[in-house]
């Protein structure tokens, strides 16, 4: 089994938590020694005292798809409380192991908050506040956005096929109106607009009555 680490170089750890590696558990007091190994394992002492990083679980190399995270983020618990879903990551363990393939990859890079800075350690650091905060989660709510639309597109295409067959047939001409440019061009701005803002061009809140 597995267990992929993130890694925060030193520099860009607080002060009260680089305190905490200064030294190892076992050199502590009794009574504060459970304490501290809560909070920094064997392996995050060593990780820091070799390689000059601050050492995290991320990612868990089992299950069927590729691996299960070792940590969800507060929008991923959100959005999970929503569906219905388990929002406590898997246990080390729960799912057989898995090899460590391009499914991984992908996921773990869709993940990686590093790659989403560009490989910037400058932006990384950014990203933790405030003002990063609300980019990423806006960037977080369209990416939601795309997924819902393209589920919602691999739903409905038995519906798609079968209306593409049938506006190649002449009977279509008679109980179908044909389709303007403009309507194309509105369909299209729908999409952007929805990506964009997750509203609905001519929709209305729930509850509401608009007089016409």
């Known amino acids: 089994m597995w267990l992929l680490h993130s890694a925060t170089p030193k520099h ?101 908050r590093l790659v989403q800075a560009g490989n910037n350690l400058d932006a990384l650091e950014k990203m933790d506040r405030p003002a990063w905060l609300k980019v990423e989660d806006d960037a977080a709510e369209r990416v939601h956005r795309e997924t819902y639309l393209d589920t919602w597109r691999e739903m409905m295409r038995p519906q798609v096929e079968f209306m593409g067959s049938y506006l190649k047939k002449s009977e279509a001409d008679h109980t179908l109106p044909r389709a303007t440019k403009e309507m194309a061009n509105a369909v299209s701005q729908w999409r952007d607009h929805f990506v964009e803002t997750g509203h609905v061009i001519g929709a209305t809140p729930a509850r509401t009555r608009v007089l016409v």
């Open 12 to 112: 860009l750890v607080t002060k009260e938590r680089a305190e905490q590696f200064a030294l190892h558990w076992s050199e502590l007091p009794k009574e504060r020694q459970v304490g501290r190994q809560a909070v920094v394992s064997n392996y995050q002492h060593f990780a820091w005292h070799t390689m000059g990083v601050e050492v995290r679980p991320f990612w868990i190399l089992q299950g069927p798809g590729g691996g299960t995270p070792a940590k969800y983020t507060e929008r991923e618990r959100r959005y999970l409380d929503a569906s219905d879903a388990i929002s406590e990551p898997f246990p080390i363990g729960f799912f057989p192991p898995c090899p460590f393939d391009e499914r991984a990859v992908n996921l773990i890079v869709q993940r990686d």
